[in-house]
């Protein structure tokens, strides 16, 4: 007697019959079941419900410090180690010009200048491990 199994195979689905001769399954035809998809269009129905609410006063984000006569401290965002030194004492700097690179967990991070000015002090070298916050160059 044949028996019929529901087989999935990569995603697609067969019919396959199965029959008994001696104690030994022998397989006697398989084929692909072919269902055509049904296509039902339903109107989406989309539920709102109005929600009370305050206005909430939103303050203007604090613009970052302008380098003052003693000049502003350029501090390690993380602890790591100095791989790069780009620049020296009284050489100007851009804006978003790398100052220098610190590799922090095995990978190195852009120190850059927030500002436009002059190097006043560099604190650090190739080679120094700094703690999180420790000042690293002062720009004036």
Do not use: C, W
Not at 11 to 21: L, P, S
Not at 40 to 45: A, I
Request: no cysteine; charged share 25%; glycine share 8%.
């Amino acid at each position: 007697m044949a028996r019929k199994f529901r087989v999935v195979i990569n995603n697609k689905e067969y019919i396959v019959e199965v029959e008994e001769i001696g104690g030994s399954p022998i397989v006697q035809s398989v084929q692909p079941i072919v269902e055509k998809p049904q296509v039902v269009e339903k109107p989406q129905q989309v539920q709102t419900q109005a929600v009370k609410s305050e206005p909430v006063r939103v303050e203007q984000p604090k613009e970052k410090p302008t380098p003052k006569a003693g000049g502003l401290e350029v501090k390690a965002p993380m602890s790591g180690l100095i791989v790069r030194v780009n620049v020296s004492e009284g050489q100007q700097v851009k804006r978003g010009q790398t100052l220098l690179v610190l590799e922090a967990m095995k990978m190195e991070n852009d120190i850059i200048s927030e500002h436009d000015g002059t190097v006043l002090k560099v604190l650090v070298k190739e080679g120094d491990s700094v703690e999180t916050e420790q000042t690293l160059l002062v720009i004036g």
